[in-house]
């Protein structure tokens, strides 16, 4: 099977290409692939013609350096007066979860409604859908297994998506978390749609070698070669995908995270409690093995063991069983043997975080740049994070908080203490610290108007 692709960059001339030779050999044959082959080249789009714009897949760079790499985060950002280009323009938010969607974008989908854009959420549906819509956010259904690799699944998904495009015909989609990134781009790229992705970190695919993360690198491949942009939240995300080729280095961009509201992530004193009350640390995120739980029992079992007065508080969502989900019934398990406090989930992790005294992120899955994170040091509070992609971009060692060794339940106890022993003063300065790294770089503010400076172009040219 054939089609015939236009290249705008390099003129009008037409080259044939082999619909085949765009998809990953792993995928082949499978159901993924012979949905590709549909969305690219098959009924949905007629050889010849792709839509209303032609596919693009000019050859990526090999090489990229510091230099490169600073150009890549520092592209020529349009004057505030350019976004009138975005007044009248419908534009889809998909993400994996409403939930997720409503609580790190809807800074940016406001934004965009301020300047006069129709905004559509997509996701699959669930109670934070309802607040979005309350929020005058259109929300759209969409069926997805964010979790499952049947290839079956993701070729539905991918078919859906295609549908509910060409039914709504959206000026342009920004594209959140892995399957929306990825079939969003393929299932928008024949009907012209200009597509915007952020690559929220990489997760735990990418820290193993396995099959599923061959057949991830080939999708992302594919996928991304036809972006308008590409957004990551720290530069050895950025450099990982453009030495591997999986993105073309003049699309990518850096943007600090998802952003933090300063106003509302504010620091209040907090009330001390008697000499002799524990020292509280505050785990919050999603309750994965990954994200350093483990480790972080076994830490606090040590301190207690050395006989250290400390509380362990955690917060945050079971995820379904597998794909590294810590259980219920373990979590349970650690708090009736007295190792943690286990608080349950809440909307808003505020109040929580102002009655620790440290927030701890021993996480190693590949973050992108941790909200927990952003928001502790929004609030002024000392952290303790793993020092590893991501975290690395907010901590300092000893001057906002603490790394420690991933995987090494031993060093965050040393850690733990360290930061008991610092006293109220020099935690106090920590927090300050952290603060004023939050409001000159992380702001929401910042975040959103990043993304404008983005979308602008791509709907003006």
């Known amino acids: ?53 032609a596919l693009a897949l000019p050859e990526p760079s090999r090489q990229v350096n510091s230099d490169t790499s600073r150009s890549l985060q520092e592209p020529e950002a349009p004057e505030a007066s350019d976004f009138r280009a975005l007044a009248g323009r419908k534009i889809f938010v998909v993400y994996n979860t409403a939930r997720w969607m409503y609580r790190f974008r809807l800074p940016l989908m406001k934004a965009l409604q301020e300047q006069g854009c129709e905004v559509y959420g997509v996701s699959p549906w669930d109670r934070y859908a309802d607040s979005l819509v309350e929020e005058g956010i259109s929300h759209l259904p969409i069926e997805m297994n964010r979790k499952g690799t049947n290839p079956l699944e993701d070729a539905a998904f991918a078919l859906r998506m295609h549908r509910l495009l060409r039914e709504h015909r959206p000026d342009l989609v920004l594209a959140f978390t892995v399957k929306p990134n990825i079939y969003c781009a393929l299932a928008a790229r ?21 099959i599923p993360t061959l057949v991830a690198r080939g999708l992302y491949r594919l ?11 720290n530069p050895e995300d950025l450099e990982q995908f453009v030495e591997s080729r999986l993105v ?26 008697r000499d002799g009350d524990p020292f509280v640390f505050l785990f919050a995120g999603r309750l994965l093995w990954d994200k ?12 207690k063991e050395r006989g250290i007065p400390v509380e362990t508080r955690m917060l945050g969502v079971f995820e379904p069983e597998g794909n590294g989900a810590v259980s219920p019934e373990q979590m349970e398990e650690w708090a009736r043997d007295g190792v943690i406090d286990f ?47 991501g975290s690395r971009e907010l901590v300092e060692h000893g001057r906002n908080g603490f790394m420690c060794r991933p ?13 008991i022993r610092a006293g109220e003063d020099e935690r106090r300065r920590m927090g300050r610290a952290g603060r004023e790294r939050v409001l000159r770089e992380f702001d929401e503010k910042v975040v959103v108007r990043r993304y404008l400076e983005v979308i602008a172009p791509a709907l003006a040219g």
């Open 1 to 53: 099977m054939w089609c015939r692709v236009h290249n705008p960059r390099y003129g009008r001339d037409t080259v044939p290409v082999s619909v085949r030779n765009l998809i990953p050999p792993a995928l082949w044959g499978g159901a993924v692939g012979t949905v590709l082959v549909t969305l690219l080249g098959g009924p949905m789009a007629r050889p010849g013609r792709l839509g209303r714009t």
């Open 190 to 210: 024949p009907l012209g749609i200009p597509v915007v992705n952020t690559i929220p970190g990489l997760g735990s695919l990418f820290a193993r070698k396995s």
């Open 223 to 233: 996928a991304l070669s036809g972006s308008h942009a590409v957004f990551f939240q």
């Open 248 to 273: 073309r280095p003049e699309t990518a961009r850096m943007v600090p995270g998802s952003g933090v509201n300063t106003e509302f992530f504010s620091p209040r004193e907090r009330e001390r409690g």
């Open 292 to 303: 350093g739980i483990s480790e972080l029992v076994d830490a606090t079992r040590e301190l």
């Open 343 to 389: 608080l349950g989930e809440a909307d808003e992790v505020v109040d929580f975080m102002r009655a620790a005294d440290c927030v701890v992120l021993p996480s190693y899955y590949r973050e992108g740049l941790p909200r927990t994170l952003l928001e502790a040091a929004s609030l002024e509070k000392p952290v303790i994070a793993a020092d590893v992609t």
């Open 407 to 419: 995987r090494d339940p031993k060093d965050l106890a040393d850690k733990m203490h360290e930061m």
